[in-house]
């Protein structure tokens, strides 16, 4: 049986870039759905971030998101020379959606205030580039060591 090339690490990335595609991508005709489905009273929390989430920049933002995670799952899964450039867009474009929810939502609806969304967001962009540097050494050849 031969052996696959790919190293776990690789996979289970590709993987998770595919199943955040599939979200975001589904995500915006739940979001639009919602909208004409639900009436949350207009000075709630709940129809503010209806608003936001429905709102002209999401389309295009989750959108992005989702089209940047799904060409980055699929240039890792091949293991493509510019595996990295796509890891590194759909990772700019995750920071973007993240920034962007951070100051649409309500803070109300954040757990733990902005300072914490703010901090999450920090701790997303460590792990985004922790993980470039593991995809950047297994293109860079040293994908043996990776495993």
Known sequence: M???SRPAGVTLVSLGLLCISLSALVNLGVWTWLRKQVAF???SPAAALVNALTGPLFIPIAGAYGLAALIAAAAVWLMRPWMTLAFATWSVAALAFCSWFLWSAPTVLIWGGFMAGAAFVVV???LLWLIYRYLRRVASGGARAAV
């Open 2 to 4: 031969p052996r696959c």
């Open 41 to 43: 009273p207009p000075e």
């Open 124 to 126: 997303v962009a460590i």
